[in-house]
C-alpha cells in the first residue's frame, strides 16, 4: 500500500500558503478578491539589485558556489552586523541558505534530538512547531494575549523551562502580531537564559527593518548568552525579495559548521544569482529600505484606525512587521445561513467567501482568538477590505 513517511504524515500544511491559494482560485474564477493572507512585501525588488543579478548573469556566476555561500556575500553580511547592530562574526560563522525558513530549519536539525524540548513564544510564525516535529522534538508554547502585546515575560520563559530545555525560538519584530521586545524586555530574558548554558536562542530576526519603535534590540548583544545566539535574517522583507530564497544564520562557529555540513548534503549553497543580487542589497543604498518602512508604517496606521472601527474587534497597534492580530472571538459560535463559525480558521473562510477577503485564522499560529491581517497592499485594498470585513461580520447573529 502506497504510504507517506511517518515523518510527512505528522506535519501539517502551511495554513498561510492555503489560504493564500484559495483565494487565487477564487480570483481565477472572476471574483475580486483582495488578499490580506500573505506575508510578503507587494514592492518590486528596487532596481540596483536586480542590475547586479543582471550583471552577475553576464558576468557568469552561473557555477556551484560554496555551501554556506560565496565568501563576498559572507563578509557583506559581517559588516551589515558590525555597522547596524555592533555584532562582531567572521565570514566562517555565517551560513547564508535557501530562504530564512531554511536557516530556521537547518539549527533546529542541527541541535535537537528525539525529545528535546523547544520553547516556542505565540503566536508564533506557522512553521516553527512543524520544524520542531521534523526535528523530532516537542514544542513547549508560552502562551501570550493582546493584553501583554503578545510578549512573554521572563517569569514565563522561567516556568517553561525543564531539563529537557534545548532551544527557544525567538522572533522579533514577530509574525504574526508584529510585536517587538525592548531592549529591557530582551535583557531580562537573556538574563533567565544565562542561567541555562545548554539552551540555544535562535533569534528571528527577518522583520529587522520593518521596525516603527525606533532601533533594532538583538538579543545577541547580551554577552552572558551571546555565544548560544543564532541570528536568523535574510533579504526577503527589507528589500522585498521574497522570491529570491536568500536568507542566512550567524551562529556559533560550530553549529555553522554543521549546518554547513547538513545543507552539504540536501540543497548545497543557494543561487549564484541571489547571492550577487543579496550582496548588492546589503553594500548599496539603504534608502530604498526606510522608503518601503516608511510605507509599512503609515498602513499601519491606516489599518489599526479601521479595524478598531469594527465591532467585537479588540486591537493593539503593532510596533513592527506588517501584520495585525485582532482578538475576535466575539464571532466564535456566531452563525449566518445556518452555517456556524466554530473556530478563527472558519471565521477566515467566512471573511473570503462571503466578502472575498483572505485572511489567515489565529488557530495556525497557536492563538485560537485570533485572526492576522497582512497590511503589506495598498491603502486602496487596505481601506476595502476593511470595508468588507466589517459589512460582512455584520451578517453573523
Known amino acids: 500500500m502506497a504510504q507517506v513517511s511517518a515523518r510527512i504524515a505528522n506535519l501539517a500544511a502551511s495554513e498561510t500558503l492555503a489560504m493564500s491559494q484559495k483565494s487565487n482560485e477564487l480570483k481565477a474564477q472572476g471574483i475580486n478578491v483582495i488578499n490580506l493572507s500573505v506575508?510578503?512585501?507587494?514592492?518590486?525588488?528596487?532596481?540596483?539589485?536586480?542590475?547586479?543579478?543582471?550583471?552577475?548573469?553576464?558576468?557568469?556566476?552561473?557555477?556551484?558556489?560554496?555551501?554556506?555561500?560565496?565568501l563576498s556575500l559572507r563578509q557583506a553580511i559581517c559588516k551589515k552586523l558590525e555597522k547596524e547592530n555592533g555584532l562582531s562574526y567572521k565570514p566562517e560563522q555565517i551560513i547564508?541558505?535557501?530562504?530564512?525558513?531554511?536557516?530556521?530549519?537547518?539549527?533546529l536539525l542541527a541541535v535537537v534530538d528525539q525529545g528535546d524540548?523547544?520553547?516556542?513564544?505565540?503566536?508564533?510564525?506557522?512553521s516553527y512547531v512543524e520544524m520542531v516535529k521534523l526535528a523530532e522534538g516537542v514544542s513547549r508554547v508560552i502562551r501570550t494575549g493582546i493584553e501583554q502585546d503578545f510578549k512573554i515575560t521572563a517569569a514565563q520563559l522561567e516556568a517553561a523551562i525543564t531539563p529537557k530545555t534545548r532551544a527557544i525560538i525567538l522572533c522579533a519584530p514577530s509574525n504574526p502580531t508584529g510585536s517587538v521586545y525592548s531592549k529591557t524586555e530582551l535583557e531580562s530574558l537573556a538574563n533567565v537564559l544565562a542561567k541555562y548554558p545548554d539552551i540555544i536562542i535562535i533569534a528571528d530576526e527577518i522583520y529587522e527593518h520593518i521596525n516603527y519603535a525606533?532601533?533594532?534590540?538583538?538579543?545577541?548583544?547580551?554577552?552572558?548568552?551571546?555565544?548560544?545566539?543564532?541570528?536568523?535574517?535574510?533579504?526577503?522583507?527589507?528589500?522585498a525579495m521574497t522570491g529570491w530564497r536568500l536568507g542566512w544564520m550567524a551562529a556559533p562557529q560550530w553549529i555553522a559548521s554543521a549546518c554547513s555540513k547538513l545543507q552539504g548534503q540536501y540543497t548545497s549553497g543557494p543561487s549564484s544569482i541571489a547571492q550577487k543580487a543579496a550582496e548588492a542589497a546589503y553594500l548599496g543604498d539603504q534608502q530604498c529600505v526606510e522608503d518601503m518602512r516608511n510605507a509599512f508604517m503609515r498602513r499601519r496606521d491606516l489599518i489599526v484606525k479601521l479595524a478598531s472601527q469594527i465591532e467585537g474587534f479588540k486591537v493593539n497597534k503593532p510596533e513592527g512587521a506588517f501584520y495585525l492580530f485582532p482578538e475576535c472571538s466575539y464571532y466564535i459560535g456566531k452563525s449566518y445561513n445556518g452555517k456556524k463559525i466554530?473556530?478563527?480558521?472558519?471565521?477566515?473562510?467566512?471573511?473570503?467567501?462571503?466578502?472575498?477577503?483572505?485572511?489567515?485564522?489565529?488557530?495556525?499560529?497557536?492563538?485560537?482568538?485570533?485572526?492576522?491581517?497582512?497590511?503589506?497592499?495598498?491603502?486602496?485594498?487596505?481601506?476595502?477590505?476593511?470595508?468588507?470585513v466589517k459589512e460582512t461580520l455584520a451578517k453573523l447573529k
Open 214 to 239: 525606533g532601533k533594532h534590540e538583538s538579543i545577541a548583544q547580551f554577552e552572558n548568552i551571546r555565544d548560544r545566539v543564532v541570528i536568523i535574517n535574510g533579504v526577503s522583507k527589507a528589500y
Open 96 to 107: 547564508c541558505s535557501n530562504g530564512a525558513k531554511q536557516a530556521v530549519c537547518n539549527t
Open 39 to 70: 506575508g510578503e512585501p507587494d514592492f518590486f525588488t528596487p532596481e540596483h539589485i536586480k542590475k547586479a543579478a543582471k550583471q552577475a548573469i553576464d558576468d557568469n556566476f552561473s557555477f556551484y558556489t560554496p555551501v554556506p555561500g560565496y
Open 342 to 388: 466554530e473556530t478563527s480558521a472558519d471565521l477566515a473562510m467566512f471573511l473570503l467567501e462571503e466578502g472575498h477577503v483572505a485572511c489567515v485564522g489565529g488557530l495556525a499560529f497557536e492563538a485560537p482568538d485570533y485572526i492576522r491581517f497582512s497590511y503589506a497592499t495598498s491603502d486602496e485594498n487596505i481601506i476595502e477590505a476593511m470595508k468588507r
Open 117 to 126: 524540548e523547544v520553547i516556542i513564544p505565540a503566536p508564533c510564525w506557522v
